[in-house]
């Protein structure tokens, strides 16, 4: 038996927290079936374009500074967070 095992075996609980620094791709492994039973987040559609907008592909819209910013009537993102 090498000194490292053996190490490893009179640390106990202490070594079963450290296995993931000798074996990641059994650490991830692991978490597989936990992170699979989650949830999935649905997602919804995309609104309508409103028209006011610049165009269906981006929905931007130009403020009175010259700057752009999502539509507030139909951009993905803005509508999902109101």
């Not at 500074?65 to 993905?76: I, L, N, S, V």
Request: glycine share 4%.
């Amino acid at each position: 038996m090498t000194a490292t095992v053996a190490t490893r075996k009179r640390r106990g609980s202490e070594t079963q927290n450290c296995v993931a620094a000798w074996n990641p791709p059994a650490y991830a492994n692991a978490w597989l079936p936990a992170w699979e039973a989650l949830p999935r987040r649905r997602i919804s559609a995309v609104p309508p374009w409103c028209g006011q907008c610049q165009s269906d592909d981006y929905r931007w819209v130009e403020l009175d500074d010259g700057r752009a910013a999502h539509c507030p009537r139909c951009h993905p993102s803005t509508v999902r967070s109101a």
